[in-house]
């Protein structure tokens, strides 16, 4: 909401409409499906006055949210092929890879209510095709989720070698992911620690400064006083030797 505000100030109305949609699709796993569409209107009324080549992709992918909250599988399924087209036209491959994903656990929900195998080898098809692109584009987190995805639907395909294989790319992106998460904290609190001894450097520079100027100003009072007393006693000497 805060980055909303600032591109908002800042006249950035792409990037706005991409965080108005993410916020969208946050609201709707929250399953707050008033402020979702909220979200999704304002952003798809500013796309009208701004070009923006991904919006057609998430209009279909916001309306397959709303078909699945429904369990309407088929409009939903529908919905996201329309997506992955729009994708594949304006070449955006991370969302490309959702429409695929969301695709993949669409036919795989769809399976577990019917038991319809043909949706079984689409979820399995989609969901391959998804992590080759995830792959593609170097994209961790959803490499990972696909493999969790893929693994379920091994399992209920009853495929050892898929489980096999699925399996040990799950284990493998969640120790990269942790690993990752890691060295992210351990570069949080090192970078804080730098801060922390920066500002205590200055702080100790800016001690030692009003040090050295009290004991300037202390020296120069110092040597005032021997002045003036120095002035006196000469004084008084020649008054003495004039009696």
């Not at 706005?16 to 952003?43: G, H, M, P, V």
């Not at 088929?74 to 490309?96: C, H, T, V, Y």
């Not at 395909?157 to 060295?183: G, H, V």
């Amino acid at each position: 909401t805060l980055a909303i505000q600032k591109f908002e100030a800042n006249d950035k109305k792409q990037h706005t409409i991409n965080c108005l949609y993410n916020l969208a699709d946050a609201y709707f796993q929250q399953n707050n499906i008033e402020l979702a569409k909220n979200s999704y209107n304002k952003a798809f009324f500013l796309s009208q006055t701004e070009e923006s080549p991904t919006m057609p992709g998430r209009f279909y992918l916001f309306e397959s949210s709303i078909n699945l909250l429904s369990n309407d599988f088929e409009d939903a399924i529908n919905n996201l092929e329309k997506a992955i087209k729009e994708f594949e036209i304006s070449g955006n491959q991370p969302l490309l890879v959702t429409s695929y994903t969301r695709l993949s656990d669409a036919n795989f929900n769809w399976y577990k209510a019917t038991k319809n195998n043909t949706l079984l080898k689409r979820a399995l098809t989609y969901s391959e095709e998804a992590l080759d692109l995830a792959k593609q584009s170097d994209l961790l987190d959803q490499v990972n989720f696909i493999s969790k995805l893929l693994l379920n639907i091994s399992i209920a395909s009853n495929d050892l070698s898929r489980i096999k294989r699925y399996s040990e790319l799950l284990i493998e992106t969640t120790d990269s992911i942790y690993n990752k998460d890691k060295a992210k904290a351990v570069l949080a609190v090192q970078t804080q620690y730098e801060t922390k001894k920066k500002e205590l450097e200055i702080s100790l520079l800016n001690q030692e400064n009003k040090l050295q100027e009290v004991e300037l100003n202390q020296s120069i009072t110092a040597q005032k006083r021997q002045e003036k007393y120095t002035f006196i006693v000469d004084y008084l000497r020649g008054n003495l030797s004039n009696l």
